[in-house]
């Protein structure tokens, strides 16, 4: 099959920037290489050519400003058999005019047919445009089904995943000397860390671990809290929140430490710092990729009961869910809890291991991608035997032994 992925107009592919959309598409385009040709549309970036060929795919990359048109033409001059689109439904349409006889499918990472970013009008055609519709998380799903009722019948949960090759999980020799070289790098040997990875922004929660930090360090002088982010992926400018959580760490001096964004490539072991590491987010997360991050890396998590989070972290198997999200208690009771526990906290991190190795590495996320792709292809004369299918969603496969919490 020719196929041809095509990345929001944000940050480029690969993922030189950072992106959950961008680090996916890294993972699983060497396996959907393999006897297909493959085209990675993106948008320029400064550190990469406009075009080249690489591992065997065609990366094209557009500036911004003109990024759908770009594109729309260069699909009008070349077929595809499959054109995936990720997270921009109005684009989409737009595409399928200017290349009408390829078969078109749509992945959403966000709530991309929330009211306040697409019409009725243009949600409706969109969802006509595409063969299939591709959520990273049920509570994705239900939110589009829930306004577009025609969706259901087209669209089916694909979960993420991560490249398993890239995380040495704590306990093995490798993920320790990792875990002491950063240690030592940052100042905080022999130290209890917790650990926040993601963009600095309100939504995300991080001022509630450092509201938390007051009362932790009562129980636990000897923690830490590790805040890895920039506000932005690839910026580490000042903005008004990033100067409200400055300030609120102050009185805890060495307790709370801010790394600024890290590059994709060393996410892997930034996770090996840490004893926990917390999900703090306050909005509804479509389903944050941290979560297997942190489960390859062999970390125990916790996460707040928000949005798609709960589909891949299950209580007292591999994670601990807060339910009172925006309440520094529950932050401070249940870290608390982690770090005076480590038996527990270390059988949710082989748990958690265990489970993305089953469930969640790329190979299997483009396994599934590559059935979709093969379905939609086909003539569109097996149709309404596609769409029954489509009522199986392969779920994650969770054990059965959860610990007493």
């Known amino acids: 099959m020719k196929l041809a992925l095509i990345c929001t107009e944000k940050l480029p592919s690969p993922a030189v920037k950072g992106g959950a959309i961008q680090i996916m598409i890294d993972g699983i385009a060497p396996f959907l290489a393999k006897g297909n040709e493959l085209t990675i549309f993106s948008v320029t970036d400064e550190m990469l050519p406009d075009r080249e060929v690489n591992n065997n795919i065609r990366y094209i990359r557009f500036p911004a400003e003109t990024y759908p048109d770009d594109i729309a033409e260069e699909l009008s001059r070349h077929h595809f058999d499959v054109i995936h689109v990720f997270n921009r439904p109005k684009h989409l349409i737009k595409y399928k005019e200017a290349a009408p006889d390829s078969r078109?499918?749509?992945?959403?990472?966000?709530?991309?047919?929330?009211?306040?970013?697409?019409?009725?009008?243009?949600?409706?055609?969109?969802?006509?445009?595409?063969?299939?519709?591709?959520?990273?998380?049920?509570?994705?799903?239900?939110?589009?089904?829930?306004?577009?009722?025609?969706?259901?019948?087209?669209?089916?949960?694909?979960?993420?995943?991560?490249?398993?090759?890239?995380?040495?999980?704590?306990?093995?020799?490798?993920?320790e000397a990792i875990r002491h070289r950063l240690r030592q790098m940052y100042g905080i040997e022999n130290k209890k860390v917790i650990l926040f990875v993601g963009r600095l922004s309100r939504a995300k929660g991080p001022h509630l671990l450092i509201k938390a930090m007051k009362?932790?360090?009562?129980?636990?002088?000897?923690?830490?809290?590790?805040?890895?982010?920039?506000?932005?992926?690839?910026?580490?400018?000042?903005?008004?929140?990033?100067?409200?959580?400055?300030?609120?760490?102050?009185?805890?001096?060495?307790?709370?430490?801010?790394?600024?964004?890290?590059?994709?490539?060393?996410?892997?072991?930034?996770?090996?710092?840490?004893?926990?590491?917390?999900?703090?987010?306050?909005?509804?997360?479509?389903?944050?990729?941290?979560?297997y991050e942190a489960m390859a890396a062999g970390i125990p998590i916790i996460t707040t009961n928000r949005g798609g989070n709960p589909e891949v972290i299950k209580h007292g198997y591999n994670g601990l869910i807060i339910n009172n999200f925006n309440r520094v208690s529950a932050f401070v009771h249940t870290i608390s809890y982690v770090l005076s526990n480590s038996y527990t906290a270390s059988i949710l991190a082989l748990n958690g291991r265990k489970f993305v190795e089953k469930n969640h590495q790329f190979q299997h996320v483009a396994a599934r991608l590559?059935?979709?792709?093969?379905?939609?292809?086909?003539?569109?004369?097996?149709?309404?035997?596609?769409?029954?299918?489509?009522?199986s969603i392969e779920e994650p496969v969770f054990q059965t032994r959860f610990i007493k919490i």
């Open 104 to 175: 078109f499918v749509l992945s959403l990472h966000n709530d991309m047919f929330n009211p306040g970013k697409i019409s009725d009008q243009l949600g409706e055609k969109a969802i006509r445009s595409a063969e299939r519709l591709m959520t990273v998380s049920q509570y994705i799903k239900d939110t589009i089904d829930g306004r577009f009722p025609d969706a259901a019948g087209k669209t089916q949960v694909i979960y993420s995943g991560v490249d398993l090759d890239r995380y040495s999980s704590t306990g093995t020799s490798e993920g």
């Open 215 to 291: 009362y932790i360090i009562k129980d636990h002088p000897d923690a830490v809290l590790v805040i890895a982010g920039g506000k932005w992926f690839s910026d580490n400018g000042m903005n008004q929140y990033v100067r409200y959580l400055h300030r609120l760490a102050e009185p805890l001096a060495d307790h709370v430490l801010f790394t600024g964004y890290v590059p994709s490539e060393q996410i892997p072991d930034i996770y090996l710092m840490a004893d926990v590491f917390v999900c703090s987010s306050q909005w509804q997360e479509p389903l944050a990729r941290v979560h």
């Open 370 to 391: 590559l059935r979709v792709y093969r379905e939609v292809h086909q003539d569109g004369s097996n149709r309404a035997e596609k769409m029954v299918r489509l009522e």
